[in-house]
């Protein structure tokens, strides 16, 4: 990792034997299938969510995992995983937070309820994460936070009202803790998937365009981490074009999206 125009932004990631690995998010969805995917190439892994039962039959078939059952809207409830993590491990290379929540909202469907909910899970719960485990990676001097963020942070979309702006916040802050880790040699990776196949998209009520599997999902973050860049995207036929149209000016964005969704 270095900071030349040309360098890599992050360390790449391409070895994963022996490689200490904690999802948060890991019962169900991208989360389920990285850890799969990650024991298979020989990772040990710390997995995290609010469904122990569902991590504890996911954990059953890996070589080497602990399970550690937490609620990222509890703030108290990071400190002590971490601690479970050190006494077990001694450290840790990579933490990939991905708990996240979504409900579909117009404007005329907003509570402060719902509102609050998705800003806890999916910003403070990640913030809470990063604010246990950096002590850590800053003692060791490597190591790797990443955050799964969506492209429906990059601009305003119908129905992401709550969801939307959590994301773009996520976007943001990864962005100020790679400016404040990486000179100290902490990897921070952002990633911004399009639309996955999983229980929290299947309430969308419209056709998603460019859908794919948590499974693939899952090739695309490991691929990206082998990349070493910041941002990790995909599907890029459609994440392209979604770049493409947040450089737009207003005028031409939000009636374009109006149009093109006819919402």
Do not use: C
Not at 95 to 117: E, F, H, K, M, S
Not at 225 to 245: C, S
């Amino acid at each position: 990792m270095g900071m030349g125009w040309f360098d890599s932004l992050n360390t790449p990631i391409t070895d994963w034997a022996g490689r200490r690995v904690w999802i948060v998010g890991a019962s169900s969805g991208i989360g389920a299938a990285l850890a799969v995917e990650l024991d298979a190439r020989g990772a040990r892994l710390a997995l995290s969510a609010r469904n122990a039962e569902a991590l504890r039959a996911l954990a059953g078939a890996f070589r080497d995992a602990i399970v550690l059952p937490l609620d990222v809207t509890d703030a108290g409830a990071f400190t002590p995983a971490m601690m479970q993590i050190l006494d077990a491990w001694g450290g840790l290379d990579l933490i990939i937070l991905n708990a996240g929540t979504y409900t579909p909202l117009r404007a005329w469907d907003l509570t402060t309820d719902t509102a609050r909910q998705t800003v806890h899970t999916n910003l403070l719960g990640v913030m809470d994460g990063v604010a246990a485990v950096v002590p850590q990676l800053l003692l060791q001097g490597h190591g790797a936070i990443a955050i799964v963020g969506s492209v429906a942070g990059y601009r305003g979309l119908p129905k992401a009202l709550a969801y939307g702006p959590s994301k773009a916040a996520l976007i943001n802050f990864a962005e100020t803790l790679y400016l404040d880790l990486a000179p100290r040699g902490v990897s921070v990776f952002i990633i911004n998937p399009g639309f996955v196949a999983t229980a929290l998209t299947a309430q969308n009520d419209f056709e998603m365009p460019a859908l794919i599997s948590a499974e693939n999902a899952a090739a695309r973050i490991i691929s990206g981490f082998a990349g070493g860049g910041f941002e990790i995207h995909f599907p890029q036929r459609f994440t392209r074009v979604l770049k493409l149209l947040r450089l737009l000016p207003d005028r031409v964005y939000l009636k374009l999206i109006a149009r093109g969704t006819g919402l």
